[in-house]
């Protein structure tokens, strides 16, 4: 049996090396290209086990208040199996086109203003032929108008249409503030193209930066210690991660999210998902408007808010700010005990003894640093946190006034 297995010419032993060498490239070959598809698989069979934990946990702690099916419950906690919730907006492809041919009809107007003026120009009237020109741009022009303004009349009625079929969704919460519209037809100041496009998803809603998978795991972990106030037959969503003293492990929180994530349905959203949702979300403030024009945002631009602070005599309020720090923004809710953000007590120490002897932040006074960290939450983040937690839209959320006053309030926070 031996001899069998000992080649004794070279030649053979050749062939017998270059056979075993193909065959190996030929099976490493099989491997590579069959490795793609056997870690897809992979990742499908885990993918599907976390969803299966997942629902697991969402039925012996999260069915009770969001129901059995993700739908909510009224005034107790919002459905999670909600279009609304994963960014499928029912009328985002007209406000769209509404908001684009409104672009459109910006441009085209001013062309026509400005071949108007060449074609009336006393002083420097045109040629014969250039009028001719003018006159046949003109009326190109005109056209042009005409077709857009039909395209938004027709994407107007489609998007009323839609709405009217959501009404018992608007009841439920869809859409809060949509009742301050007065003319849903009204296209000439963007008003309705405005309001969808901060309303028409919750995370445009609540100003959230990162994507959805985030603002779950967020709101997991730390919870909502304010929703009880939103949502007055509930009791509050409690911090579900150890790391925030609740009872979850870091992969059961991922496994959580999983499942509430697995309701998407992507683009095949219909009607009678909006109409299925118990309860929507709620607004951070009480949902109501003002009857006058609000004052302007504060904005971003951090030396120009200090400047018109200078410049219009604005003071901040130490009383008004902690009101507005505890309730109407809900900061408490995440700078308390420093689990998920910094502790409020001790910013103004924190600030000027650490912070700012940071080389990027050399020439910042406290104020500057506070509104930055405010309006731009993004430019710094504080070593142990995670970037993306804050809401990126308080500048616009803000009025000078408000702002300064919330930075008065932590100025005292020693």
């Avoid at 071949?115 to 001719?132: C, I, Y």
């Avoid at 849903?184 to 998803?201: C, H, I, L, M, P």
């Avoid at 809603?205 to 009880?228: E, N």
Wanted: net charge negative.
């Amino acid at each position: 049996m031996g001899r069998l297995l000992f080649i004794k010419s070279i030649e053979g032993r050749i062939l017998a090396g270059i056979t075993m060498f193909v065959g190996m490239m030929i099976l490493v070959g099989w491997v590579a290209i069959n490795e793609e598809a056997r870690m897809q698989s992979f990742v499908r069979q885990h993918t599907g086990r976390s969803i299966e934990r997942g629902a697991e946990l969402f039925a012996s702690l999260c069915s009770e208040c969001h129901g059995e099916e993700g739908y909510g419950a009224d005034n107790r906690a919002p459905g999670l199996n909600n279009p609304h919730l994963f960014g499928f907006d029912p009328v985002g492809l007209q406000t769209a086109a509404v908001t684009s041919a409104n672009r459109t009809l910006v441009r085209l107007n001013k062309e026509t203003e400005k071949l108007v003026a060449e074609l009336t120009n006393a002083e420097n009237p045109p040629s014969a032929e250039r009028q001719n020109e003018i006159i046949a741009a003109i009326a190109e022009l005109e056209a042009q108008i005409e077709e857009q303004q039909l395209a938004i009349e027709a994407a107007v009625a489609e998007r009323i249409a839609i709405l009217g079929t959501l009404d018992k969704a608007v009841d439920n919460g869809l859409f809060p503030q949509w009742e301050t519209i007065e003319d849903s037809d009204r296209t000439a100041d963007n008003e309705v193209e405005v309001f969808f496009n901060t309303n028409g998803t919750r995370l445009a809603q609540v100003g959230w930066a990162g994507d959805l998978h985030g603002y779950v795991v967020t709101t997991l972990i730390h919870g909502r210690p304010g929703s009880a106030r939103v949502y007055p037959s509930g009791t509050g969503m409690a911090a579900w991660s150890q790391t925030a003293g609740g009872p979850l492990r870091q992969d059961q929180i991922e496994d959580l999210a999983a499942y509430i994530l697995n309701y998407d349905k992507g683009a095949n959203w219909t009607t009678e998902d909006f109409l299925a949702v118990a309860q929507y979300g709620k607004p951070l403030a009480d949902g109501s408007l003002p009857t006058e024009p609000p004052p302007p945002p504060a904005g971003d631009n951090v030396l120009g808010i200090l400047a018109r602070w200078q410049a219009d005599e604005i003071v901040g309020s130490p009383v008004s700010g902690e009101l507005l720090y505890d309730a109407e923004f809900g900061c408490t809710d995440c700078h308390r005990n420093g689990s998920s953000a910094p502790d409020t007590v001790g910013t103004f120490t924190r600030v000027s003894t650490e912070r700012l002897t940071l080389p990027q932040f050399a020439g910042y006074s406290v104020e500057q640093y506070l509104v930055e960290s405010i309006t731009r939450p993004g430019d710094y983040v504080v070593d142990t946190y995670s970037s993306g937690l804050m809401p990126a839209n308080f500048g616009v959320r803000m009025t000078d006034q408000q702002l300064a006053d919330i930075v008065s309030y932590l100025l005292t926070q020693e």
